[in-house]
């Protein structure tokens, strides 16, 4: 079936622009995460909701980021203000329930010039 | 969550047993060991994990150790496809967050 789609792939902006990046999780996954990857390091985690809420969000760095799910499935991520130091690889991951794993889109890869 | 110890890098020849071991000295007794891998340019793929006893599926098996302070994710039969970074993570089983935190791993080479 189909996986975590995340999009754009990629995306170049300009320092102090907003960036707005998508993740479609599997199909009936109740719980949605957004993490961050810097180069050589494991994923960071940002935020994660059940259902629309979002049950933890202490991972976000700042005020500059927020996210949304306001249907309970597709989840935005955005970021106002960007820096360079934004530059990452953002994942977005699902899972169905209980203790179930956690399934990975592929990334967006942020590259703030 | 406790933390996770694992060495930055192994090598293996194809077709060998690949063995790589994670400490977790300080684990609780409701706190699962979870092992996923990241392949270049890919998310994280969930391999496999347990609670105290040997696990084993189509991808690999777990060994933990009678203490639970350490265990050892093996891949049978490493093909070149299996270099990737390996994480071991160890999280609590149940409660209402539920959050995997993610170390450096092991990057592990399959050479041929």
């Known amino acids: 079936g189909a996986g975590v789609s995340q999009t754009p792939s990629n995306k170049v902006t300009e320092k102090g622009k907003y960036v707005e990046l998508r993740c479609d999780p599997i199909?009936?996954?109740?719980?949605l995460y957004w993490y961050r990857q810097s180069l050589g390091q494991g994923p960071e985690f940002l935020i994660y909701?059940?259902?629309?809420?979002?049950?933890?969000d202490s991972g976000l760095p700042n005020d500059r980021f927020f996210a949304v799910r306001p249907e309970g499935s597709v989840s935005t991520l955005k970021i106002q203000r960007t820096e360079r130091g934004d530059s990452a690889v953002y994942l977005c991951a699902s899972r169905r329930d209980g203790n179930s794993p956690l399934h990975f889109g592929n990334g967006t890869r942020l590259t703030v010039t | 969550d406790a933390k996770t110890t694992q060495p930055p890098s192994m090598d293996c020849a194809e077709g060998r047993a690949a063995n790589l071991p994670c400490n977790h000295s300080?684990?609780?007794?409701?706190?699962?060991v979870y092992w996923y891998r990241q392949i270049h340019s890919q998310g994280p793929q969930y391999i496999i994990h347990?609670?105290?006893n040997n696990e084993t599926n189509e991808m690999a098996s777990l060994i933990i150790t009678e203490d639970r302070k350490s265990s050892t994710l093996i891949l049978p039969h490493a093909t070149l496809r299996d270099t990737a970074v390996y994480y071991c993570?160890?999280?609590?089983?149940?409660?209402?967050?539920?959050?995997?935190?993610f170390g450096k791993g092991t990057l592990l080479t399959v050479n041929p």
């Open positions: 300080t684990i609780s007794g409701n706190e699962y």
């Open positions: 993570i160890v999280r609590v089983s149940g409660g209402s967050n539920y959050k995997l935190t």
């Open positions: 199909s009936g996954h109740t719980a």
């Open positions: 347990g609670l105290k």
């Open positions: 909701f059940q259902g629309t809420g979002a049950a933890d």
